[in-house]
């Protein structure tokens, strides 16, 4: 059997066939338009869905099932309860997308289903017990325990970019304080990254981005961190300090074998890795036993398409 694996992101929706291994054997996509608000957007979910499977060579009597990973919260009855960045709030997704094509529709958020992807077919493939960390616009947590995502018991578990990190911190769209996505997702990269360089013109981050702030990524700070410039290192090394502080909180909650990292912060690679691994070896609890490994994620973008895929499996 094949699965429709469909990555729900507020520019594209993506869509994939996927074998049972987690390869996409072929994958399309069209511009989300969010403007016309839900039905549309699910009804082209559906039709690209089976465009899809058509244009795979296959037909829709091969499809197992159809999963749905959307940047939001969803819960078990099929209903997307809310997508912040899409305005979405208690969206019938599953049963709009059954009246196009009555196969079973799984859904779920979309760092879970990353989570799930790296778990089946990339970094922590074989692997029973893993936590996957999209650091991105904020920080999306995916649980896998004995090769099982866990959403909680009303969908809305594995939100660990909003664990509390600094009591008296910095307010969360989220509407409570100090969240750890406030401190450690590339968002909050480049918000450091400014705030620093405005009290300290001369940094190279100002030249990278010929004296333009609002140029300025999370790559730029973290490129100027690379060179050695003092402010821009400063910036990372509390980024990664504030990192280390969640990922130890998780291992000490879960103790996975496997923690992944992906998102656009992980494309510094061992540049994050290294100075990661130091400090979560400083701050672990059990320091005799071995704990979680911290790796950069293998899927990339496709890891949406793939897990989605696999919630069917
Ligand atoms: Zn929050």
């Not at 509407?175 to 918000?191: D, N, P, V």
Request: charged share 20%.
């Amino acid at each position: 059997m094949v699965y429709i694996g469909v990555d729900l992101g507020g520019t594209n929706i993506a869509v994939g066939l996927v074998d049972e291994e987690g390869k996409i054997l072929h994958k399309d996509s069209v511009p989300t338009l969010l403007e016309r608000g839900p039905e549309p957007v699910i009804k082209d979910m559906a039709h690209l869905s089976l465009k899809v499977i058509k244009d795979a060579g296959y037909t829709l009597d091969d499809v197992k099932a159809i999963g749905v990973g959307v940047p939001g919260l969803a819960d078990k009855t099929g209903v997307v309860i809310f997508c912040t960045n899409l305005r979405w709030h208690m969206v019938p997704l599953r049963e709009i997308m059954q009246s196009i094509i009555d196969k079973p529709v799984f859904i779920d958020n979309d760092a879970t289903v990353a989570g799930l992807a790296e778990s089946v077919a990339g970094v922590s493939k074989g692997v029973a017990n893993s936590v996957f960390l999209t650091l991105g616009t904020g920080v999306g947590g995916g649980i896998v325990i004995d090769h099982k995502i866990y959403s909680g018991s009303h969908g809305v578990g594995s939100e660990l970019g909003h664990m509390t990190v600094q009591c008296e911190g910095r307010r969360c769209t989220c509407g409570s304080i100090g969240c750890w996505e406030q401190y450690s997702s590339a968002t909050a990269l480049i918000r450091q990254g400014r705030e620093a360089v405005e009290k300290n013109p001369d940094s190279l981050i100002v030249k990278m981005v010929n004296g333009d702030l609002d140029k300025i990524e999370a790559r730029t700070v973290i490129d100027a961190a690379r060179q050695g410039d003092k402010v821009a290192c400063e910036v990372y090394d509390k980024y990664i300090y504030y990192l280390a502080i969640g990922i130890v909180a998780i291992i000490n909650a879960f103790d996975p074998e496997v923690i992944a990292l992906g998102g656009g912060v992980s494309k510094a690679g061992d540049f994050l890795l290294e100075p990661l691994r130091k400090k979560v070896a400083e701050y672990v609890f059990y320091k005799d036993l071995p704990y979680a490994r911290i790796e950069i994620a293998t899927l990339g973008n496709d890891a949406g398409i793939i897990g989605a895929a696999m919630l069917g499996k």
